[in-house]
């Protein structure tokens, strides 16, 4: 992994010595894999650091959130400290709450991983019932559903399985989904709830890299955990958990909601997983293509026959098959 850039572990530096950490001027960086969030993360003094800059555009959302989301009373790292270096810059340190998280359980016994699945829904539920007092990232509409099937049509279809892209995008289908998508209610969501964003900490389930929140349906959140390709759960286990989430959620079911925001969930990642891989040299997440492509074409087959998103799963299948 690479070493912590200078300018992010002086600033880091600088906030141990303001939280009064013993060790801020010979602490060692360890740093943290942030997967492809475009962040600066590392161990140091007992604490997590965090360093961003402007290049994203959800890295200063991240802040707001936290301390929206903890007075909120849900499950979040603690802010210990924080500063503004300017030009869309900053730093802070948060609680750190080890290295257990979902994705940890892949290869653990079903019960336990079923009951860490639990915790874990149990900690978002509340999140769809908040009105954030906070500025969200732009919110899910026809333009970012959009985008969204356009990033894997460029980075999955065409550069990884040599299909049309062109074509894709021209095909009334997934535009048809994206306005239906976006004409439904919205409430708060992560964005990016994924196994690696859940961690396990003193017998609860915590959320973390939330900073892309904004509002959009929550059934992109249970899609992107359900669907998730780093764990790629069992059939059964999926609908053991979507039987539990009905029963916990407090939100009105539909499949035909669901199946639509598990194939725009997985039309991201794949797209994301084509472009870290190929433009960014980073073959891990090509790796993971065949269990995301597994994953839509459950998602896609499972979509009901008078789903406004049937056609959209129709036409999917007919590109990556």
Same mark, same amino acid.
């Given at each position: ?13 600088? &906030? ?10 010979? #602490? ?15 161990? #140091? ?39 503004? &270096? ?94 239906? &998508? ?39 959140? &249970? ?99």
């Amino acid at each position: 992994m690479a070493p912590l850039p200078q300018d992010a572990q002086d600033a880091l530096r600088r &906030l141990l010595r303001e939280y009064g950490a013993a060790d801020a001027d010979t #602490c060692a960086f360890r740093p943290v894999s942030g997967g492809a969030s475009g962040r600066s993360i590392a161990r #140091c003094g007992g604490v997590l650091g965090i360093y961003w800059t402007a290049a994203r555009a959800d890295n200063n959302s991240f802040l707001p959130a936290a301390h929206g989301l903890a007075a909120a009373g849900l499950h979040v790292p603690a802010i210990l400290a924080e500063a503004d &270096l300017g030009n869309g810059c900053g730093a802070c340190l948060v609680q750190d709450l080890g290295e257990r998280d979902l994705l940890s359980l892949k290869d653990a016994p079903r019960a336990e991983r079923m009951a860490a699945y639990g915790k874990a829904l149990r900690a978002l539920a509340p999140l769809y019932r908040l009105k954030p007092g906070w500025e969200l990232q732009p919110p899910f509409d026809h333009a970012l559903y959009r985008w969204e099937q356009g990033y894997f049509a460029e980075h999955l279809l065409a550069r990884h399985l040599g299909r049309d892209a062109a074509a894709f995008l021209a095909h009334a289908a997934p535009d048809a989904m994206a306005r239906w &998508l976006a004409e439904l209610p919205r409430v708060p969501v992560h964005r990016d709830c994924q196994s690696q964003n859940i961690m396990l900490h003193g017998g609860e389930a915590w959320l973390i890299d939330f900073q892309g929140m904004r509002a959009g349906r929550w059934e992109y959140d &249970l899609a992107s955990l359900l669907y998730d390709p780093y764990t790629e759960l069992a059939e059964d286990e999926r609908a053991e958990l979507l039987q539990l989430w009905q029963g916990i959620g407090g939100q009105e079911w539909h499949a035909d909601v669901f199946h639509a925001c598990a194939m725009q969930r997985l039309m991201q990642a794949l797209g994301a997983y084509g472009n870290i891989g190929y433009n960014q040299n980073n073959p891990w997440y090509l790796q993971k293509i065949p269990a995301g492509m597994r994953a839509l074409r459950h998602a896609a087959e499972h979509t009901p026959a008078g789903s406004p998103a049937y056609h959209c799963a129709q036409c999917i299948l007919s590109f990556i098959d």
